[in-house]
């Protein structure tokens, strides 16, 4: 897969280096890493578009031809709403990390969390970060309204999920829903023994031995596909 772009959509409130890290492991593994700017994963989170809006601009990032995908958490709603269109065809292959798929079933994404902060915004804190999110009333509407599962069917590139078996954050039963709607000859769901971010569900400390077993899987799986 020399050269293949991967398009990388990280989860809400993410640090730039650690996926600049994740980009220097897909550059070994041959791929052209793309990390769009989309207001949802800087900090702070202040996101005045829409989600759907958010979706056309990650997929404008894609030049034409094939191309992979790693998302995380909300990155993975971005990459849902992409491959369920035409450039389906064009993935070669995509991993998910603790994916959202469903928000109206995620405790972040509890309508009456969001407190009005004027101006047609919103405010709540992330759970897994502790960091403050401001979206606009669109924004919010749009996920709230969100269901990855009801677009699997016409995702059919082979896809990995990587899910924490002790996550809080989002919604398993969900993430098994999607997964099993999936339209993928090869797709792949692992749990891992960890909570959401790959954190100790009980005290929200980083669990680094088992970020290293999800990158393992992932590079496995990439290079799995030639």
Request: hydrophobic fraction near 40%.
């Given at each position: 897969m020399r050269n293949v772009p991967i398009l990388t959509?990280?989860?809400?409130?993410?640090?730039r280096k650690?996926?600049?890290?994740?980009a220097e492991i897909f550059r070994e593994l041959g791929f052209a890493p793309?990390?769009?700017?989309?207001?949802?994963?800087?900090?702070?989170?202040?996101a005045k578009e829409g989600l759907l809006e958010t979706i056309a601009t990650a997929e404008s990032a894609l030049p034409s031809g094939r191309f992979a995908v790693f998302a995380s958490s909300f990155g993975a709603i971005v990459a849902s709403g992409i491959l369920a269109g035409e450039r389906n065809r064009d993935c070669v292959?995509?991993?998910?990390?603790?994916?959202?798929v469903s928000p109206k079933e995620s405790i972040f994404w509890?309508?009456?969390?969001?407190?009005?902060?004027?101006?047609?915004?919103?405010?709540?804190?992330?759970?897994?970060?502790?960091?403050?999110?401001?979206?606009?009333?669109?924004?919010?509407?749009?996920t709230l309204l969100w269901d990855s599962a009801g677009l699997a069917g016409k995702i059919?590139?082979?896809?990995?999920?990587?899910?924490?078996?002790?996550?809080?954050?989002?919604?398993?039963?969900?993430?098994?829903?999607?997964?099993?709607?999936l339209s993928s000859e090869k797709k792949e769901l692992v749990f891992l023994d960890s909570g959401h971010g790959w954190r100790n569900p009980s005290t929200g400390e980083k669990l680094p031995g088992i970020e290293k077993e999800a990158i393992r899987r992932t590079v496995e799986f990439f290079r799995e596909l030639g």
């Open positions: 959509l990280p989860g809400f409130s993410s640090e650690r996926y600049s890290e994740r793309i990390l769009p700017e989309l207001s949802y994963w800087k900090k702070p989170v202040f292959g995509a991993v998910f990390w603790n994916p959202s509890e309508a009456e969390k969001w407190a009005p902060v004027g101006d047609d915004l919103f405010r709540n804190i992330h759970p897994p970060t502790g960091e403050e999110a401001i979206l606009s009333g669109k924004f919010l509407e749009e059919s590139c082979p896809l990995l999920i990587l899910q924490g078996k002790h996550d809080k954050v989002i919604s398993i039963p969900a993430v098994e829903r999607f997964f099993r709607r």
